[in-house]
């Protein structure tokens, strides 16, 4: 004979029989959004391995700058400059790095559709996109910062005998917070775009001409009528972005100071205000 069915009773206020969970049933918020894109991304494999890879290309490639230079020069080859300078091309490798993690962080979702259960669990997506991007630049900004400082503090310890000048205060911050915001802000963007393309591969590809292809497109315009839009993709290409916070810009105009920041805060938040808009135009 089969079981007989089990008597439900009626839920509280409810007319019909029902089932009332002992959990207690609670409105869900950011902080609940927060926590499950940090538990998203750093259970993820690919995460570890694209960060260790970033930590390994600035450790690396900052390191053996500071040897070759510290082995190839006396004491007066660098007469007057920034010793900090020379982690700009670890930095600049690496970034690639946190390109990719940051369209993987959105882009993977929509690949595997993992992002209908995220959109399941948290029907506002305005909470989504706003979780994987705090949580993103938080994990980009702290790695950076760690991995920049360490370079140059090695860099200035290496390079002191060389006639470097000893590095200003203003230097060190631009040096370790200026350039991992910026850094940090370029995986953000690339967050975003995976947002809008929703493909890992069409995103990547798109970030990396972003990156490069000002600069290689410079390089051969060699025509004088071409001298003006050679020069503005000079000015404005991400690696000479990144070269003005250790004031090794590639042209004598163009930004300085902190607006490189500025400029990468903007385009970011432009294209946050697109993929947020297009986010709630989609169907998931």
């Known amino acids: 004979m089969p079981a007989a069915a089990p008597a439900w009773q009626a839920g509280p206020g409810g007319p019909y029989p029902g089932y009332t969970s002992p959990i207690p049933v609670v409105r869900t918020h950011l902080g609940h959004a927060l926590a499950a894109e940090w538990t998203k991304i750093r259970s993820v494999r690919s995460t570890m391995w694209t960060l260790g890879v970033f930590i390994v290309l600035v450790l690396g490639i900052g390191l053996l700058a500071g040897a070759l230079i510290e082995a190839n020069s006396d004491s007066e080859s660098l007469s007057g400059e920034n010793p900090l300078s020379f982690g700009f091309f670890g930095l600049l490798v690496g970034s ?66 060389t006639g470097a000048r000893t590095p200003s205060g203003g230097d060190w911050f631009k040096a370790t917070v200026g350039v991992s915001l910026f850094m940090a802000l370029l995986g953000l963007l690339s967050l975003l775009i995976g947002s809008v393309i929703r493909h890992s591969a069409g995103a990547i590809t798109i970030m990396i001409g972003v990156v490069l292809a000002p600069l290689v497109l410079a390089m051969f315009m060699v025509t004088e009528s071409l001298n003006t839009l050679r020069e503005w993709l000079f000015e404005y290409s991400i690696p000479n972005q990144l070269s003005v916070f250790y004031a090794n810009s590639l042209t004598q105009s163009g930004p300085s100071g902190w607006d490189s920041l500025w400029i990468m805060l903007g385009v970011t938040a432009a294209v946050y205000a697109g993929a947020y808009s297009l986010l709630r135009s989609r169907d998931v």
Not at 99 to 124: D, F, N, Q, W
Not at 136 to 157: C, K, R
């Open 96 to 161: 690639i790095c946190l390109i990719t993690l940051g369209v993987l962080t959105t882009a993977s979702e929509y690949g595997t559709g993992m992002i209908r259960t995220t959109m399941t669990a948290c029907p506002s997506r305005a909470r989504v996109l706003a979780a994987k991007s705090i949580v993103f630049f938080a994990v980009a900004f702290a790695v950076t910062l760690v991995t920049s400082t360490f370079v140059a503090m090695a860099q200035a310890s290496m390079l002191e005998n």
